[in-house]
T-cell receptor, first 115, second 113 residues
Framework: DVKVTQSSRYLVKRTGEKVFLECVQD?????MFWYRQDPGLGLRLIYF???????EKGDIPEGYSVSREKKERFSLILESASTNQTSMYLC??????????????FGPGTRLTVT | DAKTTQPNSMESNEEEPVHLPCNHS???????IHWYRQLPSQGPEYVIH???SNVNNRMASLAIAEDRKSSTLILHRATLRDAAVYYC??????????????FGKGTKLTVNP
């Protein structure tokens, strides 16, 4: 089975701190994604990476950056955390060989609170 | 963004079939229809997808209208573990030309014992 793991289930950080959220997948998937999920807004795509060192902005990239140095690992970085970045963060991966099907595998999520 | 419309919530009784509707009137001819669900305190999980024909797998069935403007996810015998938010999703394209999924608000399914 595909496994997508995230470094923390719960995280509390202070305003202005630099925050790293890590995601690792074990199925050699080319594509990886970072979403945030907020009540009433659903899941929104922050960034995704279609291969090592390749990235593309999603719908809400402001205030975030990403890093993908190895195929299995995709990191989301909050350069200076703010209270409006308090949210559930979800990582996902997908093989690029899935054709026009778009099956993504999600991690369990990291609930980040910025105080 | 490609749009889907789903009821906010639905209720079912355990052991009974559940039909979750989705409207996607702006679907293009090559778009797959995907369904995901999200159990409480978990990330979303893939349920099923289809293009034109009805599809079955171990989790559910997907019935697609002939004009493809709507679809229905069918859970044949609901269990308490099926209580989740169900998302009907179309593929979309980013500004950079890459593909992405667009998650709406989904349907919250409550299963009564």
């Amino acid at each position: 089975d595909v496994k997508v793991t995230q470094s923390s289930r719960y995280l509390v950080k202070r305003t202005g701190e630099k925050v790293f959220l890590e995601c690792v997948q074990d199925m050699d998937h080319e594509n990886m994604f970072w979403y945030r999920q907020d009540p009433g807004l659903g899941l929104r795509l922050i960034y995704f990476s279609y291969d090592v060192k390749m990235k593309e902005k999603g719908d809400i990239p402001e205030g975030y950056s990403v890093s993908r140095e190895k195929k299995e690992r995709f990191s989301l970085i909050l350069e200076s955390a703010s209270t409006n970045q308090t949210s559930m963060y979800l990582c996902a991966s997908r093989t690029s060989g899935a054709g026009r099907s778009y099956e993504q595998y999600f991690g369990p999520g990291t609930r980040l609170t910025v105080t | 963004d490609a749009k889907t419309t789903q009821p906010n919530s639905m209720e079912s009784n355990e052991e009974e079939p559940v039909h979750l509707p989705c409207n996607h009137s702006t679907i293009s001819g090559t778009d797959y229809i995907h369904w995901y669900r999200q159990l409480p305190s978990q990330g979303p999980e893939y349920v099923i997808h289809g293009l034109t024909s009805n599809v079955n797998n171990r989790m559910a069935s997907l019935a697609i209208a002939e004009d493809r403007k709507s679809s229905t996810l069918i859970l044949h015998r609901a269990t308490l573990r099926d209580a989740a938010v169900y998302y009907c999703i179309l593929r979309d394209v980013t500004q950079g030309g890459s593909e992405k999924l667009v998650f709406g608000k989904g349907t919250k399914l409550t299963v009564n014992p």
